[in-house]
């Protein structure tokens, strides 16, 4: 892109060179500006599809269209709008129809490839991501179990940064899951429920009463997430270390991290 720029500035003509120089600065602040966000690079690392699945929190835009497939071994790199906050998930099992359309095994959003402002059904690993707000310039990010479990997830910073650390849950817990929390497909176990999705109460959802630290206690489901995965949010008032914060322009998103 830069080369057909710099071709704009060879008229000898003094004010044509004047001219197609200002253009030429004028397209470069343009593209800056245009990418003066955060990159979010996508990596699959497991040994099957991914189908990232990506929702904005309310007052935000959804990137990629909220979804689209991942190949096994390979990357995206995707452009993120300054202050974005939202999720990002995998997706796996999938099968689509030219026109997007199927289903899912995990994380399915409305039988869609691009999920288009619709969240995935649990039990599903998410990333959790703000990218600054109006009155804090630091991105805050976590990998939370609170939806249930799926695949192993991680975020981390690309380059340094004060304070920054990785947000993960890197070990297959479905290997692990209790047999009360366990999702099949076809026999094999596929996803984890969280306690609260495989109870459906207050107290295990941290609801009504149980709406506050001092109610809501970390069950029996959750301890055991947590020592299997102590980088990552169990429950709704899990501890605050897992909640990671930095302020780097790239970071790196990866599925299966430790395969």
Known sequence: MFGSFITICKP??????????LFLILCLAISI????GEQLILVNNC????????????????????????????????????????RIWGRQGCSFSHEGKGSCDTGD??????CRGTAGVPPATIVEVTLGSSISPLHYYDVSLVDGFN??????????????????CDIDVNIFCPSALEVKKNGKVVGCKSACLAMQSAKYCCTGKYANPKTCRPTLFAHLFKAMCPKAYTYAFDDPSSLRKCKVSRYAITFCPSM
């Open 12 to 21: 000898v003509h003094k004010f044509q060179i004047m001219h197609s120089c």
């Open 109 to 114: 959003c409305s039988g869609r490839l691009h």
């Open 151 to 168: 695949l192993p997830l991680s975020m981390k910073p690309i380059g340094g940064g004060t304070g920054c650390g990785i947000a993960s």
């Open 33 to 36: 500006s245009l990418t003066s």
């Open 47 to 86: 040994n099957e599809s991914v189908w990232p699945g990506i929702l904005g929190n309310s007052g935000h835009n959804t990137p990629m269209d909220g979804g689209f497939h991942l190949g096994r071994g390979k990357h995206a790199v995707v452009e993120m709008p300054k202050k974005w906050s939202g």
